[in-house]
């Protein structure tokens, strides 16, 4: 390995676009490459940025499409500072809009939940809306007031893959799937699962006090794996030599330990193994990033959908559907506890140390830290990110 001198204040440069190559002193490897500066984990004005230049650019992850069963349905969903209406219309095909009402700008839905087949009704006037987002109805407002037609609902593209809805708030956004294959290697491989069959046994919410970089940036990586979780290096050895990728695979996943097929404490579950995977996959953990906010974690008895929900500089919520056999989820004593417990233990510790990082990286001594050569997935996340600001700019 080349070697420079070590000094205490790592040196390098930043061009709009991001670091413009290894900084020259501060690094024992040129394999080292620096993080994000403080800043960008802290500062309001370029939450703000992160907003405009990623979430309301980009697919973002919303729900599974089962959560629309019926005409009506509808979720309430923030996509950055935008908060998008979503719900499947008489014909049984997705819609999504602005949850905005086009009299005085009233938000017209509080809640996730059914809509009984009913139209959207402002609550401020009761200005009304078909499910295809027409304006139908406006209370003492005479017809002649106002053309009818010419007051839609502000749509949103919105597509679904693999029972998950993916909505964009871009004007012109690239076909959903084009997206998944340009932001995650591993996604589109997991369409042999037939993830669409699974039904959603639970669903959680969590929120952590870190940036949502931080928690992707934890997720990327697992040199913290051994010291933060005792317990999942027990059931994904891999993890316990600081490694997220097996090597020797080719298909970005990791073997659980011997006897393992469940994100458990002891590797196993009293449910049954996803019908649709091979042995090998039941054996194995596999999971994916797909930019910028979702989680996916699957191993042979369920599969985990983590949604990241930005909500300042150093807040971030998440929600966390877990996927199960539809025999299972149907089950008279159905109990997905073990699965349950055991990822939110794994996501406390997580918190805990993007917590830590979250009030680090806030101090005034924090210009940037550095990745590791194992940090490569880490480093490419804040490539993309970095890319994506330099284009809004």
């Avoid at 290697?185 to 931080?214: C, H, M, P, Y």
């Avoid at 910028?292 to 369920?302: E, R």
Wanted: aromatic letters at 10%; proline letters at 6%.
């Amino acid at each position: 390995m080349a070697s420079v001198r070590v000094q205490a204040d790592p040196g390098g440069s930043y061009d709009k676009a991001g670091p413009t190559g290894v900084p020259e002193e501060g690094y024992v490897s040129t394999a080292m490459k620096p993080t994000l500066r403080g800043e960008e984990y802290r500062s309001p004005a370029i939450y703000d940025a992160d907003l405009e230049g990623v979430f309301h650019r980009r697919w973002c992850y919303v729900g599974r499409s089962e959560r629309l069963a019926h005409v009506g349905d509808r979720l309430v969903v923030d996509v950055g500072a935008e908060s998008v209406l979503v719900l499947r219309n008489r014909d049984g095909d997705l819609q999504a809009y602005y949850n905005v009402c086009r009299h005085r700008g009233s938000q017209l839905c509080d809640a996730s939940g059914s809509g009984f087949g009913a139209a959207i009704t402002c609550p401020y006037h009761a200005w009304s809306y078909s499910l295809d987002g027409e304006l139908v109805a406006t209370p003492n407002v005479a017809k002649e007031e106002l053309d009818r037609m010419a007051f839609p609902l502000h749509r949103v593209a919105v597509e679904s893959w693999q029972g998950m809805l993916f909505v964009s708030l871009a004007n012109d956004p690239p076909p959903l799937v084009d997206w998944l294959a340009e932001s995650s290697d591993e996604i589109l491989s997991f369409e042999r699962l037939q993830l669409d069959r699974l039904r959603l046994g639970r669903l959680e919410t969590s929120t952590v006090a870190a940036n949502w970089k931080i928690l992707v940036e934890n997720y990327a990586e697992c040199l913290h794996c051994p010291q933060v979780h005792p317990e999942l290096v027990e059931i994904i050895p891999l993890h316990r030599q600081g490694d997220v990728i097996d090597e020797g695979r080719d298909d970005g996943g990791a073997w659980l330990a011997e006897g393992a097929n469940s994100f458990t404490a002891d590797g196993t579950a009293p449910l049954p193994v996803i019908a649709t995977m091979t042995p090998g996959d039941e054996r194995s953990y596999l999971s994916a990033f797909v930019y910028p906010n979702l989680f996916v974690d699957i191993t042979g008895t369920s599969v985990i959908l983590t949604r990241l929900i930005p909500r300042g500089p150093a807040r971030t919520d998440y929600e966390i559907e877990y996927l199960f056999e539809p025999s299972a989820v149907e089950s008279d004593d159905f109990d997905p506890s073990a699965v349950c417990d055991f990822s939110n233990l794994v996501m406390a510790q997580d918190n805990a140390v993007c917590e830590r990082t979250q009030r680090g990286v806030s101090s005034r001594s924090f210009d940037r830290g550095m990745f590791a050569a194992r940090d490569s997935l880490c480093w490419d996340f804040t490539q993309q990110y970095l890319a994506d600001l330099a284009a809004e700019s």
